[in-house]
């Protein structure tokens, strides 16, 4: 028997081999789509090409009459909106409270105004830290305007694995409860904390971790603490949902051994924490 198998793969050329075909039939749906896109990419970025060519060339009032003034019309709405939005934001911001639109307000800072400002910082020579620490404070204010009160059950606290003790073998990501308690990291207060105000604590590694924990939870607000580039991801990436970020400390560098402001998450939670159904 181990004879018949061994000639029967002698006698395999390379496009017999029935591995290299299961591969490349798996292969080619992806690559099918990959170059499928970027033909109609390519055919939209040339005819969008041949319009800015085309249309100065001949001349808006040539094509239609009206097209000027119309054009006029669309472009001064966008700008009256642009500047009409801004100051609302502006005004809502020194209120500190909610004015009108603020739920509308905060996801056009969260989805629009965030990346332009990071390609604008750049032009100006701001790095994104900055930015991102102007962009957390002014969606904590947006969310502080919309006045909210949440019960102890839908109110979650996320914090990053970086506060947990390097050195520690306990494993916390799955059940925070896990925790022993050494005081060797700020684990064991923000746990003592969840259980005062009856709250969920969660601890996430990363991004894909902290959107499942999420999901999972289906909180209605969330206090997260988390480096510039983890909060602001997550503010944009669960946008509706409502995040009041906070800095972590990082005495030693990024991701490693970090700590937090927990008389900052502790006054956080009360302000949030609807005390009326105690």
């Given at each position: 028997m181990a004879?018949?198998?061994l000639n029967?793969?002698e006698k395999?050329?390379?496009?017999e081999?029935p591995?290299?075909?299961?591969?490349q039939?798996s292969?080619?749906?992806q690559?099918?789509?990959f170059i499928?896109l970027l033909?109609v990419t390519?055919i939209i970025?040339g005819?969008?090409a041949?319009?800015?060519w085309?249309v100065p060339n001949?001349?808006?009032?040539?094509?239609?009459?009206?097209?000027p003034?119309l054009?006029?019309?669309?472009l001064g709405l966008v700008?009256?909106?642009?500047?009409?939005g801004?100051?609302l934001?502006?005004?809502t911001?020194l209120?500190?409270r909610?004015?009108?639109?603020s739920r509308?307000l905060r996801g056009?800072?969260?989805?629009?105004?965030f990346?332009l400002?990071v390609?604008?910082?750049k032009v100006?020579?701001?790095s994104?830290?900055?930015?991102?620490h102007s962009?957390?404070?002014?969606?904590?204010q947006?969310v502080?305007?919309?006045?909210?009160?949440?019960?102890?059950?839908r109110?979650?606290?996320?914090?990053p694995?970086?506060?947990?003790?390097?050195?520690c073998?306990?494993k916390?990501?799955?059940?925070v409860?896990?925790?022993e308690?050494?005081?060797?990291?700020?684990?064991k207060e923000?746990?003592e904390?969840?259980r005062?105000y009856?709250?969920?604590?969660a601890v996430?590694?990363g991004?894909t971790?902290?959107?499942?924990?999420?999901?999972q939870k289906?909180?209605q607000?969330?206090?997260?603490?988390?480096?510039?580039?983890d909060l602001?991801?997550?503010?944009?990436?669960?946008?509706?949902l409502?995040i009041?970020?906070?800095?972590n400390?990082?005495?030693?560098?990024p991701?490693?051994n970090?700590?937090l402001?927990?008389?900052?998450?502790?006054?956080a939670i009360?302000?949030?924490?609807?005390?009326s159904?105690s």
């Amino acid at each position: 028997m181990a004879n018949e198998v061994l000639n029967r793969k002698e006698k395999l050329t390379p496009t017999e081999d029935p591995l290299v075909e299961v591969g490349q039939a798996s292969e080619t749906p992806q690559k099918r789509i990959f170059i499928g896109l970027l033909a109609v990419t390519c055919i939209i970025l040339g005819g969008l090409a041949y319009l800015l060519w085309w249309v100065p060339n001949v001349g808006l009032r040539n094509i239609h009459p009206y097209l000027p003034a119309l054009l006029a019309g669309v472009l001064g709405l966008v700008v009256f909106a642009v500047i009409a939005g801004s100051l609302l934001l502006i005004l809502t911001i020194l209120a500190g409270r909610d004015l009108f639109l603020s739920r509308k307000l905060r996801g056009a800072v969260v989805k629009v105004l965030f990346p332009l400002l990071v390609v604008m910082g750049k032009v100006f020579g701001l790095s994104r830290e900055k930015i991102s620490h102007s962009f957390v404070a002014i969606n904590n204010q947006l969310v502080l305007a919309q006045d909210l009160r949440v019960s102890p059950a839908r109110l979650l606290l996320l914090m990053p694995h970086c506060l947990q003790n390097h050195n520690c073998k306990v494993k916390i990501t799955g059940n925070v409860e896990n925790c022993e308690g050494c005081g060797q990291c700020p684990i064991k207060e923000l746990l003592e904390v969840s259980r005062k105000y009856d709250v969920e604590l969660a601890v996430a590694t990363g991004g894909t971790i902290a959107r499942r924990i999420v999901v999972q939870k289906r909180p209605q607000l969330i206090i997260a603490v988390a480096c510039e580039r983890d909060l602001t991801s997550g503010i944009q990436d669960t946008y509706p949902l409502p995040i009041y970020g906070i800095f972590n400390r990082r005495p030693y560098g990024p991701c490693f051994n970090t700590g937090l402001p927990l008389a900052e998450v502790e006054g956080a939670i009360r302000h949030f924490l609807d005390t009326s159904e105690s």
